[in-house]
């Protein structure tokens, strides 16, 4: 089986160090290089081509929202595991827009690195359970504070099924595939998911769903 | 304003009363004053002496004419009876031929008294009139008749030479009065030529003196405004310093502290796969460590926030609203619109802060239920508003350090700070800020520092 390989970009040596070892303590990882800011994460990402980038938010000269867009823009097969201090929706959200697949605190990294890794070589999404947590609290205090309605309550079951696909990361091809229906149904109905929801693209449906506890 | 009061302070007030320009200056006035109401006093007095003089000199020579006249008439009166007399010769004496010589010598005699400078004229008419009394008396009426012609010439010859003599007399008194006047004259442009010199004097002196005073109080106003423009280029740098230091040690703590706690929180993480038998107090241990970095990481974002780096004004602004809500009773919602990311640091920072502030302010006093957060970006100005409907204040009266601090700031880059509010009336913090930016006054001053 072909290893996956990992660019580790952060700017303290010992966060690297701690990331390397667990990267390396997995059978199926390789580290292919380490970067020390955002500019050599995307210079490397260039040259060595990784599968995943494991990448700080806060790096010196670029920082890692603006290297990981510019790395997805040169390469789309070039998955980005996004490594933060913070869980509040505002790194999250920008984030997932940067085209990050997967969304990790650094203090639980190590526990769950290795599967934010293997998510986001497979396409998938991946989140620490915290962000879910944080971003789950925020939304029901509004909702409480507000009086507003859940609008989840408002999606049909079928809708709700493609959130969850669209979510996940398949394509409207796929998710088509999947429940048996035409792709014009499933644009159809993650239209109208979107407009329920008032969501305006899909990383905020993606955070919508991390805040549902609908992926994780 | 402390500014203000500091300022005063420090300039103390210049006393006045030690100057002695401004008492001599004060005495010239008082003495020109009275030399021009001493000079017209007198002008006036002596004028109105030289008008009593001239009219009592036309009264005497009124008095004069009346008299000679009255001896023209007596004369003419004593012809008169003479010619009676002689027209009807007897020899008994005739009463009214003695009366009009004894009127005749009464007007002579009283004139003699009065009018000595005319006694030579008076005494020849004394004369005519006693010889006409002594050949009255001695009967000789023919020889009285024949005189009286002589004495009726006579008579008119002196009163013409009265009349001509007393002319003369006023011309004289006239002259002295001229004269007089003349003095007067010359009295008066002397007084006037005095107090106009000194008056130019004076005025001379009041003006160096004005000029002195003009001179120390813009002395004084230029010292002021440059020791207050001091105290602005102080409190402007004191903010500076104050963020500057924040940053540093927020990145102290950031990448030091913050970093060394993740690495071992990673390692502390792999511990019970090495020694599963200590895997409870590895994770006593991990879960102090966590502990640790979580308020590590939210003293350093206090200190510095990260996402104005990382992220930009309008996520930071929205970070610090969701913080808000999270931590307090008060739901912030934030809009910030078509606010550009390019702002400088200054602006960001000012911002940030500004809405910090505020929120902070409404945890605080407020016990209000909901806060918004406005920014707003037009091609002049930016416009950021935090709005609260909590219980308000009276702005006139609470004027806390949290207002004055952002009046700083945003005072520092050319905007205005205004609150509104009144009691059970919630409060509007509004400040807007001149787009684009003007350069900063105090960054003209001093070498840029970058941090």
């Not at chain 2, 409404?362 to 091609?379: D, F, G, K």
């Amino acid at each position: 089986m072909k290893k996956v390989r990992v660019l580790l970009a952060d700017d303290h040596n010992l966060i690297r160090a701690g990331l390397r070892r667990v990267v390396e303590s997995q059978p199926d990882f390789i580290v292919a290089g380490e970067a020390e800011d955002g500019r050599q994460a995307v210079a490397m990402a260039e040259s060595l081509k990784p599968d995943v980038v494991v990448m700080d938010i806060g790096m010196p000269l670029l920082n890692g929202i603006e290297a990981a867009r510019q790395i997805r823009a040169a390469h789309s097969d070039t998955q980005i595991v996004m490594l933060s201090m913070h869980s509040d929706e505002g790194y999250v959200l920008r984030a997932l827009k940067a085209g990050a697949k997967a969304y990790l605190l650094k203090d639980s990294a190590e526990a769950d690195l290795a599967r934010a890794i293997h998510a986001a070589a497979e396409g998938k999404s991946f989140f620490s359970p915290a962000v879910g947590k944080v971003l789950l609290e925020d939304y029901m205090r509004k909702l409480q504070r507000t009086g507003k309605e859940d609008s989840y309550e408002l999606l049909t079951p079928r809708e709700r099924e493609i959130l969850q696909l669209v979510a996940e990361g398949k394509s409207s091809k796929e998710a088509a595939n999947l429940l048996d229906l035409s792709v014009y149904t499933v644009e159809t109905h993650r239209a109208r998911v979107m407009q329920k929801l008032n969501l305006h693209s899909i990383p905020e449906l993606i955070l919508y769903a991390v805040r549902k506890g609908i992926i994780a | 304003m402390p500014t203000e009061e500091a300022s005063a302070a420090a300039t103390p007030t210049p006393d006045v009363s030690r100057s002695p320009l401004r008492w001599t200056l004060l005495g010239a006035f008082a003495i020109l004053l009275a030399l021009l109401v001493v000079s017209g006093v007198t002008a006036v007095h002596v004028l109105r002496e030289m008008h009593r003089q001239a009219q009592s000199i036309r009264a005497a020579s009124a008095e004069r004419e009346q008299a000679n006249s009255n001896i023209c008439v007596s004369v003419q009166i004593y012809d008169q009876t003479i010619t009676r007399y002689a027209a009807s010769p007897r020899a008994e004496p005739d009463q009214d031929v003695i009366d009009g010589l004894s009127e005749l010598s009464a007007q002579v005699s009283g004139a003699w008294n009065r009018y000595p400078e005319e006694r030579p004229f008076l005494e020849t008419l004394r004369d005519l009139v006693a010889e006409q009394r002594a050949l009255y008396a001695a009967r000789q009426p023919a020889l009285v008749i024949k005189q009286e012609p002589v004495l009726h010439a006579r008579v008119l010859e002196c009163a013409k030479q009265v009349s001509l003599w007393s002319g003369r007399g006023a011309q004289q008194d006239d002259l002295a009065l001229l004269a007089q006047f003349g003095e007067l004259q010359s009295g008066l442009s002397r007084a006037l030529l005095i107090a106009f010199g000194s008056g130019l004097v004076l005025a001379a002196a009041s003006m160096v003196y004005i000029v002195r005073l003009e001179r120390q109080t813009r002395g004084r106003y230029y010292e002021l405004a440059r020791s207050r423009h001091e105290l602005q280029l102080l409190s402007s740098r004191l903010v500076d310093a104050q963020e500057t230091e924040r940053r540093s040690i927020s990145r102290e703590l950031h990448d030091e502290v913050g970093q060394s706690l993740g690495a071992l929180l990673v390692d502390l993480g792999r511990l019970p796969a090495i020694a599963p038998d200590a895997k409870e107090q590895i994770d006593r241990m991990k879960s102090v460590a966590e502990r640790t970095f979580q308020s590590v990481r939210n003293i350093s974002l206090l200190l510095r926030p990260s996402m104005l780096d990382d992220l930009g004004l309008a996520a930071a602004l929205e970070w610090q609203g969701r913080e808000v809500s999270r931590n307090s009773e008060i739901e912030v919602d934030v809009q910030t619109g078509n606010l550009s990311e390019n702002l400088p640091d200054e602006y960001k920072i000012c911002i940030y802060r500004f809405v910090q502030e505020a929120l902070h302010n409404a945890v605080r006093h407020s016990a209000a239920r909901t806060a918004t957060v406005t920014a707003e970006q037009s091609p002049d100005r930016i416009v950021v508003q935090v709005k609260d409907d909590g219980r308000g204040f009276d702005p006139r009266r609470t004027r806390g350090l949290g207002l004055l601090g952002m009046e700083e700031r945003v005072k520092r880059l050319g905007g205005t700070f205004t609150v509104h509010s009144a009691p059970q009336q919630g409060a509007t913090v509004i400040a807007e800020l001149p787009w684009p930016p003007k350069t900063l006054e105090s960054d003209r001053d001093r070498p840029r520092e970058r941090v």
